[in-house]
């Protein structure tokens, strides 16, 4: 079994940088493949960005180019980066993890979810 917890959301202007975290607890962290998902109000949760513990990145077309998501094993965190923030990235944030080495966008495929940090970004 492995916590999530979420941190860093805010109200930030367009423009303007934001970077959440995610730290777990509970299993070993390293071989978890870690993904970052999400919901805007009246929306589907969609799909942002993953890393795998050997560092492999994916990113969201919408996202790409944009945000990031540096990894630091020794402290069981996850990040995003978001620089260059759009009112369209308004949402509530999830970071979620599967035992799993492969990266996917799938978010049924991750068994354990945070419980979410909002983003507001003003224009």
């Known amino acids: 079994q492995v916590q999530l917890v979420e941190s860093g959301g805010g109200l930030v202007q367009a423009g303007g940088s934001l970077r959440l975290s995610c730290a777990a607890s509970?299993?070993?962290?390293?071989?978890?493949?870690m993904g970052w998902f999400r919901q805007a109000p009246e929306k589907e949760r969609e799909f942002v960005a993953t890393?795998?513990?050997?560092?492999?990145?994916y990113y969201a077309d919408s996202v790409k180019g944009r945000f990031t998501i540096p990894r630091d094993n020794a402290k069981n965190t996850v990040y995003l980066q978001m620089n260059s923030l759009e009112p369209a990235d308004t949402a509530v944030y999830y970071c979620?993890?599967?035992?799993?080495?492969?990266?996917?966008?799938?978010?049924?495929?991750?068994?354990?979810w945070g419980q979410g940090t909002r983003v507001t970004v003003s224009s």
């Open positions: 509970g299993r070993a962290f390293s071989p978890y493949t």
């Open positions: 979620a993890a599967r035992k799993e080495s492969t990266t996917t966008t799938t978010a049924s495929l991750y068994p354990y």
């Open positions: 890393m795998s513990w050997s560092t492999t990145r």
